[in-house]
């Protein structure tokens, strides 16, 4: 099956119900095992026991600018190629991908308080997820705001594109100003500078909620394509009631003036 | 084996039950808009709205 079937959204219905029950079972296990190896990691000896907190802290903060990354191709495919599943893609991924932003917002913040003794600090790495989050919601808003779905999916692939901007910004915020929150310890140049102990679980982690989004998102999409029909119906059977009866008012007509003559 | 999360276990307690609620939350809205959209279908198509092709709208190939 290549991108073209794909692009046949019956064809996504078929494959996404054969894939899902497979995702969603390899993300139970995979959390199971990620979140056994989080509980049996040894604390850290400047944290203690908040580094338990990055296990679920620092996936979500990946996807936050994974899935917007997501939407920003599939934007790519509105705009350009016109693919018919793109819209739904993007238009699926932006809750999903607010709940991981407010998840790494309200972690970290979390994490912040007895590391930092502050929940919050106006620095770059936390201010620019922040206005992706609110990004997040923008989009969201457009696309209840705007009724016809296919101009609405221009104008959010308008915005998630520029936003996008906001991707390079959050990555190297830690790099190009002075921020409160710590440089990247895991995808860095050189290796990452964590113990295994600690690496393994976060990178299970990371992977399961990566699992979780592709599972979330394609059972997100299919409800998506399910919608839209549910809407092309419901104009059907507006647009045969109208028809109906206008041509009951039509008859009625036609009768009224033949009694008269 | 009992684990010990130290003085900050608030911290370390509040965030995976956060995120367990979030993710709670996620699973269930996609299964309910699901269910709402199969129904919306099925009661279209009993009212005698179908598809172009003739085909049933939660049919899959």
Do not use: C
């Not at chain 1, 969603?24 to 604390?43: E, F, K, R, V």
């Not at chain 1, 000896?45 to 990946?62: D, E, L």
């Not at chain 1, 899935?67 to 016109?82: D, K, Q, Y």
């Not at chain 1, 594109?161 to 990555?171: D, E, F, R, S, Y």
């Amino acid at each position: 099956m290549t991108l073209i079937d794909l692009a046949n959204p019956t064809r996504f219905l078929a494959l996404s119900a054969r894939v899902l029950p497979w995702l969603a079972a390899a993300t139970i296990i995979l959390l199971t095992i990620g979140l056994y190896q989080s509980a049996l990691a040894p604390d850290d000896y400047q944290q203690g026991a908040t580094v338990k907190i990055m296990f679920i802290h620092v996936p979500n903060a990946w996807l936050s600018m994974f899935v917007w990354g997501v939407m920003s191709v599939a934007s790519l495919g509105t705009l350009v190629w016109r693919h018919p599943l793109a819209d739904v893609a993007a238009k699926a991924a932006a809750p999903i991908g607010a709940s991981f932003t407010f998840l790494a917002l309200l972690t970290g913040s979390l994490w912040g308080r007895p590391m930092w003794g502050t929940y919050w600090e106006w620095d770059a790495r936390l201010t620019s997820v922040l206005i992706l989050f609110l990004m997040y919601l923008g989009l969201m808003a457009l696309w209840r705001a705007v009724e016809d779905p296919s101009r609405a999916a221009r104008a959010a692939a308008v915005l998630t594109l520029v936003g996008a901007l906001n991707l390079p910004i959050i990555k190297f915020s830690v790099d190009w100003w002075n921020t409160l929150h710590q440089p990247a310890s895991v995808m860095r140049m050189g290796g990452s500078t964590l113990d295994k102990a600690f690496l393994i679980p976060l990178l299970v982690m990371a992977v399961a909620f990566t699992l979780l989004f592709v599972t979330l998102h394609l059972a997100a999409m299919r409800n998506e394509i399910l919608r839209r029909r549910v809407r092309s119906l419901q104009m059907m059977q507006a647009s045969r009631v109208a028809f109906s009866s206008e041509m009951g008012t039509g008859s009625r007509q036609e009768n009224a003036s033949t009694g008269a003559a | 084996m009992i684990m010990s999360l130290g003085p900050y276990a608030w911290f370390i307690v509040t965030s995976y039950a956060a995120a367990g609620i979030v993710v709670a939350l996620l699973i269930g809205w996609v299964i309910i808009d699901y269910r709402n959209q199969t129904q919306r279908l099925r009661q279209l198509e009993r009212s005698g709205v179908t598809r172009r092709s003739g085909r049933s709208a939660t049919d899959t190939p």
